[in-house]
């Protein structure tokens, strides 16, 4: 079994001024295979630096990420990552943008192409295979996005406010579709999203973080992810408790941005 | 003046005709024609095509018109070609006064004329007669025959019955006559509105330059080698240039220690124009094929590493990340990430550095080269062959347009994400 361990992180940095950032403190977590979580927070609570570390671009100044007991120093294959949007390659066909994991591993064409050619069809992209990125819709580059980390087959999956550029609808849609890959290949995800919803419907664990240091603030264990797959997320979202939770979490960050507020205003 | 007024003219009218008439025989129905708001949507502004063409028309209407072309059929009025004659006055010290005639024969520069026959006349002022070439003038010592000369106190008092003194001119039938100061009569027979072939050869003597060199040849060499080994320079030149520049924009872009070493000298070079490296390339390697080479190659690095750099710049770091989570080595990052997604910044830059180039060896052979369409308009004008030089700008405009268009082609065939992204 797989586990994610995050382990005392640390990450602080020097300013050209002087000055320095705290961007992370002591955030120790542990993550089992298969879990969702979902992590919510005003902005600069270096949830957007947790998952660089993570995924191994940045390095922490104290503390370690343990994954499958060894240590996390650098970008790997066995983390993938979605990201906001443009991290398509626009020069390479749909296919061969999913394709592009197992290319760079330098598995046969054989080997590979029944995984791509079914994970296009599982992100309902089967008829746009030859297509150039550039040609689809902003959802449609999301499920390629997806289809290519998932080629991969990483152990963990993570998530950079992967639908923040959608629309409303498009955006319900990708929902769902993320909770159905989640339950069919049994990843570990990491989602950071801005939108209070969508960690509640998409966080089997869900993190909200403080700022100044970045921290962890509280965490829950939601039940709605596991209602939520193959079914209508609106239904999920009618929930009184759904709703409860959801002004809880609000609120919640509410009080963190007013505070970020207060102290700006008094040292100004 | 007249043509800038008869342009406008052409201008205004072809608008009129073309807006009140033909568009609106043949009015658009597409979107942007809906459109209400024209004046400030740039989008809107569509080139009309009519207009186009009636400008390119009109540019060689005005040429054909004002060089006496065979192929236009209206023209400016010409010069004078013919005979005339005036009178002029001679004034005797004791006072007394006699008319004489001077007759003109105003032939074409280049065919054979010969003075009128003149009979000499009563009294002590003889008549003359003089040759002129159109456009030209001619000095005429009218008392040469005549009883009383400058020398004894003789002057001409006026021309035509009009007074006239030394300094001064006179309008006479087919042109001027002025009195220099020492007397004697300057006869300048009427030049017309068109150009002299000398200022501006007409479009037809252009075209038959063209068959004329490119069959016999001017200098030494056809025009067709003229052009060739041109742009043999500058492909020369700039593929030398796009060698070196875009590997060294690569790890201009890729590598900390490179960026240092080579930024003080790229941003030195860059303002540089390339022109104002010919006098140390010819010190260096003279003024043949190695010396256009080196300039040529000097003229595309910059650009081109320039462009290379702000290529590897341009890339998001979200492709870069994925492509390291997905897997790929720093090697695979540069063939299957970096490169592509530079293109269409190298596109960019090549197109310039192609312009560059064509521009930069033209200036090259205008300063010294044994053959090349710059040489060859810049010997032309030594020797007042107006008609190669414009057939020699003619050439090198229509390549620099064809380069520029090839390489679109180019770009849109091999970046066609490029501005989609």
């Not at chain 1, 406010?161 to 049994?186: F, H, I, S």
């Amino acid at each position: 079994m797989s586990t994610l361990s995050i382990e005392n992180i640390s990450m602080r940095f020097d300013l050209p001024n002087g000055s320095h950032v705290q961007a992370l403190k002591d955030v120790t977590l542990e993550l089992q295979t298969g879990e969702l979580m979902s992590v919510l927070g005003p902005s600069g609570c270096g949830k957007t630096t947790l998952l660089n570390i993570l995924a191994g671009f940045l390095a922490p100044t104290e503390g370690r990420i343990m994954l499958n007991d060894h240590q996390v120093t650098g970008p790997d294959a066995e983390r993938g990552m979605v990201f906001q949007q443009g991290a398509l390659f626009e020069w390479m066909s749909v296919r061969d943008n999913v394709s592009f994991g197992p290319r760079m591993k330098g598995q046969k064409k054989s080997v590979y192409m029944p995984t791509v050619d079914h994970l296009l069809e599982v992100v309902g992209l089967q008829d746009f295979k030859e297509k150039a990125v550039y040609e689809l819709s902003g959802g449609m580059q999301q499920r390629v996005a997806l289809a290519r980390c998932l080629a991969n087959d990483p152990d963990v999956i993570l998530m950079d406010e992967p639908l923040g550029a959608l629309d409303a609808l498009t955006r319900e849609k990708m929902q769902g579709l993320v909770l159905k890959l989640w339950k069919e290949t049994g990843k570990t995800i990491i989602l950071i999203t801005h939108s209070v919803e969508e960690a509640l419907l998409l966080g089997e664990r869900l993190l909200v973080m403080a700022p100044r240091p970045g921290r962890i603030h509280k965490e829950y264990r939601l039940p709605f992810a596991d209602d939520g797959v193959g079914k209508d997320l609106r239904e999920v979202k009618k929930n009184p408790e759904f709703a409860e939770k959801r002004e809880e979490i609000l609120s919640m960050i509410w009080d963190m941005e007013e505070e970020i507020m207060g102290r700006a205003e008094e040292s100004a | 003046m007249t043509i800038l007024i008869i342009y406008i003219a052409v201008f205004v009218a072809a608008f009129l005709i073309v807006r009140k008439g033909v568009n609106r025989a043949m009015a658009r129905r597409d979107f942007t024609s809906l459109k209400t708001v024209t004046f400030g949507d740039e989008s809107a502004v569509r080139p009309d095509r009519w207009a186009s063409v009636i400008s390119v028309v009109t540019i060689f209407l005005l040429w054909g018109a004002f060089t006496g072309s065979k192929w236009v059929p209206v023209h400016a009025p010409g010069p004078f070609v013919g005979d005339t004659e005036f009178t002029y006055t001679l004034e005797a010290p004791d006072g007394s006064r006699d008319d004489a005639t001077v007759y003109a024969r105003v032939f074409n520069v280049g065919e054979d004329a010969a003075e009128p026959e003149v009979d000499p006349g009563d009294g002590f002022a003889k008549n003359d007669a003089i040759k002129v070439g159109a456009w030209r003038s001619a000095l005429l010592l009218m008392d040469k025959n005549d009883e009383v000369k400058r020398e004894d106190g003789a002057k001409v008092v006026a021309i035509d019955g009009q007074p006239v003194a030394p300094g001064g001119s006179v309008s006479v039938a087919n042109g001027t006559v002025a009195i220099t100061s020492k007397g004697s009569l300057n006869f300048s027979p009427a030049k017309g509105m068109q150009m002299e072939p000398i200022w501006l050869p007409p479009p037809e003597a252009v075209v038959a330059r063209v068959g004329e060199i490119a069959s016999a040849g001017y200098q030494n060499f056809t025009l067709w080698e003229h052009l060739y080994w041109s742009l043999f320079r500058v492909i020369v030149g700039f593929f030398f240039g796009a060698l070196v520049g875009i590997p060294l924009g690569y790890a201009m872009g890729l590598s900390d220690w490179f960026r240092g070493w080579f930024d003080p000298i790229v941003e030195f070079m860059r303002p540089v124009p390339p022109l104002a490296l010919i006098p140390l390339v010819i010190i260096w390697a003279g003024i043949g094929e190695s010396g256009k080479i080196i300039l040529l190659f000097l003229a595309a690095l910059w650009i081109m590493t320039i462009s290379a750099r702000a290529g590897v710049s341009g890339v998001a770091i979200s492709k870069v990340h994925a492509a390291y989570s997905l897997g790929a080595s720093k090697w695979q990052l540069m063939r299957y990430v970096i490169v592509p997604n530079s293109l269409p910044e190298i596109f960019t830059g090549a197109r310039v550095a192609m312009g560059v180039c064509w521009g930069t060896v033209v200036a090259a052979e205008l300063v010294a080269a044994e053959k090349g369409a710059g040489m060859m308009i810049m010997v032309a004008s030594r020797f007042q062959n107006t008609d190669i030089v414009i057939m020699g700008i003619i050439l090198i405009g229509i390549i620099g347009y064809g380069i520029d268009i090839l390489m679109r082609k180019a770009e849109t065939w091999l970046v066609p994400w490029k501005g989609r992204v």
